[in-house]
T-cell receptor, first 113, second 114 residues
Framework: DAGVTQSPTHLIKTRGQQVTLRCSPI?????VSWYQQVLGQGPQFIFQ???????GRGNFPDRFSARQFPNYSSELNVNALLLGDSALYLC????????????FGPGTRLTVL | EDQVTQSPEALRLQEGESSSLNCSYT??????LFWYRQDPGKGPEFLFT???AGEEKEKERLKATLTKKESFLHITAPKPEDSATYLC???????????????FGQGTILTVHP
């Protein structure tokens, strides 16, 4: 079975630009979560979506937004990019069930110049 | 606020030299504690979920244990291919909803020399 897929793999943007990252969950999974991982740190929670509804939001500014589509895929949008937004953006999917185990994709490496 | 602290930050072992990684946590009602392995530039790979104190799980050379305040990842007779960053994360009990935020520690970088 295919795992979580993310696109693009790498992305280079300049300050002030906007970026859209995409995620397709494991087949049958209905929940998608987004995390930001800065080099040398653990992932930080950004959003969780379930059945197209936002279920949770981390401590990130309003420049970050997301949505989930009827096929459970998801997009993360970041506006007005800052140098500090450079990071590995991870998508994770889960069923969810009572276990709520989240399975991660390979990530999108975003570099802001 | 949920917090996770991992130690040591980095660990160098010789092949075959067993050791343990520590994950200390504070959370308002633990729903689950998760261990992941992450190779450089890749997404975290799921290893274990632990739900209650006293629980243990094993997979090949890895064994995870859980107490009310910490978890240990024991590595028995490690091989060079076990070299990676090991991440610990907690999920708080959100009162029965499907809200599943994971709070991660900073990770332990494990290097196993042949």
């Amino acid at each position: 079975d295919a795992g979580v897929t993310q696109s693009p793999t790498h992305l280079i943007k300049t300050r002030g630009q906007q970026v859209t990252l995409r995620c397709s969950p494991i087949s049958g999974h209905k929940s998608v979560s987004w995390y930001q991982q800065v080099l040398g740190q653990g992932p930080q929670f950004i959003f969780q979506y379930y059945e197209k509804e936002e279920r949770g939001r981390g401590n990130f500014p309003d420049r970050f937004s997301a949505r989930q589509f009827p096929n459970y895929s998801s997009e993360l949008n970041v506006n007005a990019l800052l140098l500090g937004d450079s990071a590995l953006y991870l998508c994770a999917s889960s069923l969810p069930t009572s276990t709520d185990t989240q399975y991660f994709g390979p990530g999108t490496r975003l570099t802001v110049l | 606020e949920d917090q996770v602290t991992q130690s040591p930050e980095a660990l160098r072992l010789q092949e075959g030299e067993s050791s343990s990684l520590n994950c200390s946590y504070t959370v308002s009602g633990l729903r689950g504690l998760f261990w992941y392995r992450q190779d450089p530039g890749k997404g975290p790979e799921f290893l274990f979920t632990l739900y209650s104190a006293g629980e243990e799980k094993e997979k090949e050379r890895l064994k995870a244990t859980l107490t009310k305040k910490e978890s240990f990842l024991h590595i028995t007779a490690p091989k060079p291919e076990d070299s990676a960053t090991y991440l610990c994360a907690v999920q708080a009990d959100a009162g029965g909803t499907s809200y599943g935020k994971l709070t991660f520690g900073q990770g332990t970088i494990l290097t196993v020399h042949p």
